[in-house]
């Protein structure tokens, strides 16, 4: 199983960037997805997840700016960002609950990492 995240980049305050990440390989089911995110010198933190039911989570720091959406048929996470600030910028991970095959117990999955970078 593999998951690749794309979307990062430089971005001023108040701008947008949206985050793609799919899931690829042996893959049964996918109860929950998300992202997390690193800044320098801090813990990762959790940002947002969906499950498959398209319920959702969220950190209460971007509860109004970032949207985080799902598409099962595709195995693909997103997560919309806007009104970005400068504490937003971060290493972003997706992150996934896979049930990699019938019979296999889910377990997490986290992909590389992209950079986000809200600056003027």
């Known amino acids: 199983v593999q998951l690749q995240a794309s979307g990062g980049g430089l971005v001023q305050p108040g701008g947008s960037l949206r985050l793609s990440c799919a899931a690829s390989?042996?893959?049964?089911?996918?109860?929950?997805m998300g992202w997390y995110r690193q800044a320098p010198g801090k813990q990762r933190e959790l940002v947002a997840l969906i499950s498959n039911e398209h319920s959702t989570t969220y950190v209460d720091s971007i509860k109004g700016r970032f949207t985080i959406s799902g598409d099962n048929a595709k195995n693909t996470v997103y997560l919309q960002m806007n009104s970005l600030k400068p504490e937003d910028t971060a290493v972003y991970y997706c992150y996934a609950f896979i049930r990699p095959a019938m019979g296999e117990m889910s377990r997490n999955y986290w992909g590389q990492g992209t950079q986000v970078t809200v600056s003027s």
């Open positions: 390989g042996s893959i049964f089911s996918i109860p929950i």
